[in-house]
């Protein structure tokens, strides 16, 4: 379980998240929703230690936890970014098993047969010596779920997944994502689609532009699957 509990951060004299709690349950999915502009993309770079809080407390199973602390980070939390932010000169299985190698020390043989068998669980098995720029927008999106997969990290996290998809791979990506959850993986997925959020979530924090507010609800009326 995460836990995040009084987070404040500011950039300059704006104050962009101010005394922020949230908490994510073992093998469920939290979505922050909200419009642009509201300081959901920003919690969520604290949450994965690409942005430093400036206070704030994070723990994980109760314990304390500095998302940006040490390489184990990696294996704690993942990120699925919105724009991909895959490597355009490294083919679809180097992007995919970069990471396994370098972070967590496997070897090639090792990382290539986990990273087969996660592209073949998002349909990709084809796709593995293929480029990026040789892929289309929802393969890519596939990818990089691969790629955060491949560090079997306790939580994973998704900026904006569905912002520049179709409708069509709009219910791929659900798909997904609650078929992870059925894996029992915990997620947390910022979104401004509240109509997606309510799809796949069961809890919800709703962030208001105006006061900077969040208030976390549970989704006690939707029965899942």
Not at 70 to 95: C, H, K, W
Request: hydrophobic fraction near 40%.
């Amino acid at each position: 379980m995460l836990e995040v509990k009084t987070l404040y951060k500011s950039f300059g004299d704006r104050v962009i998240l101010d005394n922020v709690n949230l908490t994510v349950k073992d093998g469920e999915i939290l979505s922050i929703v909200g419009p642009s502009g509201a300081g959901k993309t920003t919690l969520l770079r604290c949450i994965t230690g690409l942005e430093q809080a400036d206070k704030g407390e994070f723990l994980i199973d109760g314990k304390p936890f500095d998302p940006q602390g040490t390489a184990e980070s990696d294996r704690v939390i993942g990120v699925v970014f919105q724009d991909y932010n895959l490597f355009p000169n490294l083919s679809v299985m180097e992007n995919v098993t970069l990471a396994p190698i370098m972070v967590l020390k496997k070897s090639k043989e090792e990382a290539e047969g986990d990273a087969k068998r996660l592209l073949k669980e998002l349909g990709l098995s084809t796709k593995g010596d293929l480029y990026p720029w040789q892929l289309s927008g929802g393969q890519k999106q596939r990818v990089a779920i691969a790629r955060a997969l491949a560090m079997s990290p306790k939580i994973l996290c998704y900026d904006e997944p569905t912002s520049a998809l179709d409708p069509e791979m709009r219910k791929e990506v659900a798909k997904i994502i609650l078929g992870l959850k059925k894996d029992g993986m915990t997620q947390l997925v910022v979104t401004h689609d509240f109509d997606f959020a309510d799809e796949i979530a069961d809890d919800i924090l709703k962030v208001k532009a105006l006061d900077k507010s969040f208030d976390q609800v549970q989704d006690v009326d939707k029965e899942k699957e």
